[in-house]
């Protein structure tokens, strides 16, 4: 599979991995500053942004996507940071591909299984009819009768683009999403343990990683870090500063 990408700046090389209903250009001005250090990639997972979609949709896929995309371009022992989906990613890559990455960054999500939890937002995508709907205030507006915060409606939004003259549509495929939506609470398949450099960020304001999390993390990432910024789920668009300076921190120590 031909993941789309962009990259940035010269150095180690980095892949950054966005999360569900995301798309690299979440990542755009987060990839320009680590790019002057790093040569940074940024990639829109299948399904998602301008990737392919396709009807399957699982970790290991997405773990032997990244795979073919390092090959593809050449790249060598890449640091990989993913957030939430893409830290799952990230993390199955991991176990199955030790040997392919130098440093590993998980951003706000943990190893285990989660329920699913993005009922509500992918009824009202459901509910969108773009035969009727011609704007992206129109969206918006059908949008906020069900999800009221403001932040996750322009969040989903930056992925709608015209398909055609008059006729809007999801860059994300919400089809195949909501039809595989378990797949992305599954806990991932942890045959080996990673003994590279890790680094796991937790959001204080955020409940994806707990406390209770710590030994099945150590137990996978035995000398991982772990740390906690002041941020909810959304770390690098919450507090970019922070986020920023921890990042650096691990990879430039």
Avoid at 150 to 165: D, I, M, P, S, V
Avoid at 197 to 222: A, N
């Amino acid at each position: 599979m031909q993941l789309n990408f962009k990259k940035f700046g010269n150095g180690e090389p980095l892949i950054i991995l966005h999360g569900l209903f995301g798309s690299l250009d979440n990542w755009l001005t987060f990839a320009k500053k680590l790019g002057e250090n790093f040569k940074v990639f940024i990639v829109d997972a299948r399904n998602h942004g301008q990737s392919p979609h396709t009807d399957e949709f699982n970790y290991e896929l997405m773990a032997t996507d990244l795979y073919e995309f390092i090959l593809q371009n050449n790249i060598v022992n890449p640091i990989i940071l993913g957030h939430s989906m893409g830290g799952k990613t990230a993390m199955q890559f991991a176990m199955n591909y030790p040997n392919q990455l130098s440093k590993l960054i998980v951003a706000d999500i943990a190893p285990k299984a989660y329920p699913v939890h993005h009922t509500a937002i992918l009824n009202a995508l459901l509910l969108l009819n773009f035969e009727e709907i011609k704007t992206r205030k129109s969206a918006d507006e059908e949008l906020s009768k069900t999800i009221t915060d403001f932040a996750t409606r322009q969040f989903l939004l930056k992925n709608l683009y015209w398909k055609g003259e008059d006729n809007l549509a999801w860059r994300f495929n919400l089809s195949v999403i909501n039809a595989t939506i378990e797949e992305m609470g599954i806990e991932i398949a942890h045959p080996i343990t990673f003994n590279q450099p890790t680094l796991f960020i937790k959001g204080e304001k955020s409940d994806y990683i707990l406390e209770s999390d710590t030994d099945l993390i150590k137990k996978i990432f035995p000398i991982a870090e772990i740390k906690s910024m002041n941020s909810g789920h959304w770390l690098h668009a919450e507090n970019p500063t922070e986020f920023l300076q921890i990042v650096n921190s691990f990879l430039l120590s």
